[in-house]
């Protein structure tokens, strides 16, 4: 598996990260979820347009505006395999710097959170970087109220490197674990 448009998977997650179509994704980073439902099968929650998620469309958006090559790597659509639903969005921030170092986001919508969705998500993103040959470490940002994220995090080895300020989420402790395979 590698960075590519196809759908990333994995055996063990039961999930798979896809990819958003430039009019899903536009329509998201407005905020219009009935535009982006007009223009895909998928069906998409409320959550996905809200005050959660338009911040990461639109910046994701004009990221790939900028840099389209990017846009294999950024925020996909987390969706269960079995049943098709939507249920979050996780993907990397971009493509590794140039240490080799690649940060990782995800988030799993509040109606479909405790059911292993997070670890799915993570699972996918950490096997998908371990078969591109320029990631040597994996980086995630997590706020220190959000014990859940922290505890999955800790769970796959990431440490506490330091901190920083986000302007949407404030205080993060920064948290980094060598690429597995690398």
Known sequence: MGITEEPWTSAAAG?????????????????????????????????LAGAECVGVWRRRRDQIARSPADAAWVTRLVIERGSRRVVGRAGYHGPPDDVGVVEIGYSIDPARRRRGHARGALVILLETAKYHPAVAVVRATVRPDNVPSRRLLDQ???????????????????????????
């Open 15 to 47: 999930l798979e990260l896809v990819q958003l179509p430039p009019a899903v994704l536009d329509a998201l980073a407005d905020g219009d979820l009935d535009a982006a439902r007009a223009v895909t099968t998928l069906e998409l929650t409320p959550y």
């Open 156 to 182: 796959y080895g990431f440490q506490a490197v330091g901190e920083q300020w986000d302007e949407e989420d404030g205080l993060e402790t920064i948290l980094e674990a060598p690429c597995p395979g690398s």
